[in-house]
């Protein structure tokens, strides 16, 4: 057969962090963990964590042993999570490493944001960062993947990429983002941009992953989608599926049924290889090309995703109304069931337009910052990757000392103090929040907690400064985030039943969901910094609110919720 097969799997990024620890910026950051213990069943085996993260990055090693027998097979990890299994579970990260280097490891941007929603500043930053973080995986690969949190791509997000490294890349998508032109377009080597990009077949990777079908009818799918035409030709096509990394853990048997789906293939004449070992074949003349293959390009639909609310799409493609709350085509807010209730997105709208509003903040004060030492901004920006994630490059025998870090600062150690800041402002991008449904979560504490540090590490940066006012403003804009439907008059959208937009609408969304505050989880979590962090004549800030209400207990992630979790009433934090 001329078929060919490639599975790409997409790793956990984590989100238990409630509190970040004081430091100068000349070393990684230190910081407290949720604890709630739960755990998982892989097989026979229980896998325990104290929160979900690090059941998750214990049960690596399961899935590396599952994936050491793999061909085939492309995979990214997002650093923070790299730099966690680093530190918590190193049999696993050595693991890890080995099989991305026998595998196709693919770059992707740190700390999961949507790339497409950052300013480009950022974008140029994260795009510069991943390609220099994964540089010892990836230096003896001429075509590489490249993985877009959450398949979020416009054309400027995928330019920006490109412009980061002199390597061929390829674009892993979802097959419901690509505009195809011909049919002959279809599983074959296409570019966009100056690059490649391949689509999912979605139904079928969602079959593995929500256990729809069973192993044999995985297999006889899969053999369905033969290209006739291409096999009486003598073209190599790819079928290419995605899913994340946790996809393998769904039920005690799923890393068996994922062996032996691959083993069916096989026997069938079904030859496994990556989506970047496919184009490299292509390119090299290895595999012979359709009449223009690798050369025609296809359209990708701006601000499309792999894993948006595809039933609420109007012309049949993805985009980022999951994480916008709003559909972009009609500029509708939408609701979804949440616990056999309706509940209105528009806090997913509010919550990225309040953190696109204090990454500006954070961006100004730290470039203000850096050029009144006459640093060059971005490129001691790039550098201080090799701080933040300081054990993963030493691991690697790269560079890490102050001295290479603050060159372009001049030396200043000033410098590493806004460094810090600006990666911890990075660090709450994650979008983890804005994919669920319910606001109050583990990860959205997370981001809030995480951005709360960086705006008060820059209040007491500018204890002197007349800048200082604006990064109070800016923390709180945060603590007052139910405020914000007045403030930006949000009551004027309009929702695609009608009353998504209502106050009452507003308010339901962010109720609390744990028993221990009143408060909305944006307002504790900034209020968790808050109470450690503001003092002296900073206290003021804080003082009209109970601080007996300002913890760290969220509600549950309903996609968690085959955990086995020992309080399954809230995500608490004992």
């Not at 042993?65 to 530190?87: A, C, H, N, W, Y």
């Not at 359209?299 to 012309?315: E, P």
């Not at 290479?404 to 911890?424: H, I, W």
Request: proline fraction near 3%; charge should be negative; charged fraction near 30%.
């Amino acid at each position: 057969m001329f078929q060919k097969f490639a599975y790409h799997f997409h790793a956990y990024q984590p989100g238990d962090i409630v509190y970040i620890k004081d430091s100068k910026g000349n070393k990684p950051i230190e910081y407290e963990e949720r604890k709630s213990p739960v755990s998982i069943k892989i097989r026979e085996e229980e896998v325990k964590g104290e929160n979900w993260t690090r059941a998750m990055l214990y049960s690596y090693e399961h899935i590396a042993d599952t994936l050491s027998q793999m061909k085939g097979v492309s995979v990214d990890i997002e650093p923070f999570t790299f730099l966690m299994l680093l530190r918590y579970h190193r049999k696993a990260f050595e693991d890890a490493v080995e099989l991305l280097k026998r595998f196709d490891a693919v770059p992707t941007a740190p700390f999961h944001p949507i790339v497409p929603h950052l300013d480009e500043f950022e974008q140029r930053i994260l795009a510069r960062v991943s390609f220099d973080f994964y540089a010892p995986l990836i230096k003896n690969r001429a075509v590489i993947g490249y993985w877009l949190p959450e398949a979020v791509i416009t054309k400027k997000s995928a330019e920006i990429v490109e412009s980061s490294t002199n390597k061929e890349l390829v674009f892993l998508l979802d097959e419901r983002q690509l505009l195809y032109d011909f049919p002959q377009a279809k599983y074959s080597c296409n570019r966009y941009s100056k690059s490649f990009v391949f689509g999912r077949e979605w139904l079928l990777s969602d079959a593995f992953a929500f256990n729809t079908l069973d192993v044999q009818g995985l297999i006889q799918a899969t053999l369905r989608m033969a290209d006739l035409e291409k096999e009486r030709s003598g073209i190599p096509y790819l079928i290419f599926m995605a899913s994340d990394l946790e996809s393998l853990l769904g039920n005690p048997a799923q890393l068996d049924r994922f062996i032996r789906w691959m083993e069916g293939l096989e026997q069938n004449g079904v030859e496994r290889v990556s989506a970047p070992e496919f184009i490299r074949k292509k390119l090299s003349g290895e595999y012979r090309r359709l009449e223009g293959e690798c050369v025609f390009e296809i359209g990708v639909k701006d601000y499309s995703s792999w894993s948006d609310y595809f039933d609420l799409s109007i012309d049949g493609k993805t985009s980022d109304m999951r994480w916008l709350g709003l559909r972009r085509e009609d500029g509708r807010i939408i609701h979804r069931w949440y616990k056999d209730r309706k509940i209105s997105q528009l806090w997913k709208l509010a919550f990225t337009k309040l953190f696109q509003e204090l990454n500006r903040a954070v961006r100004f004060g730290v470039i203000e910052g850096l050029r009144k030492l006459n640093s060059d901004p971005e490129e001691f920006l790039l550098r201080y990757a090799r701080i933040f994630f300081k054990d993963y490059y030493d691991y690697f025998g790269m560079e890490t000392s102050n001295i290479y870090v603050l060159e372009p600062a001049n030396g200043d150690k000033s410098a590493l103090r806004l460094g810090r800041a600006y990666y911890l402002m990075l660090l709450a991008n994650h979008s983890c929040p804005r994919f669920w449904e319910n606001l109050d979560t583990r990860v959205t504490f997370g981001n809030v907690s995480v951005m709360a540090k960086a705006l008060i590490e820059l209040i007491k940066y500018f204890n002197e400064s007349e800048l200082r006012s604006i990064f109070i403003e800016a923390y709180l804009r945060l603590l007052n985030f139910e405020k914000l439907y007045h403030l930006w008059n949000l009551g004027e959208l309009k929702g695609m039943e009608g009353w998504e937009t209502t106050e009452k609408a507003w308010n339901e969304a962010l109720k609390p969901e744990v028993p221990t505050s009143e408060y909305n989880v944006v307002t504790r979590g900034s209020l968790y910094v808050g109470k450690r962090d503001l003092k002296d004549d900073l206290r003021y800030i804080i003082e009209q609110y109970n601080l007996d209400w300002a913890v760290a207990d969220t509600g549950h992630i309903p996609g968690e919720m085959h955990g086995h979790w020992e309080n399954t009433e809230w995500c608490e934090h004992r």
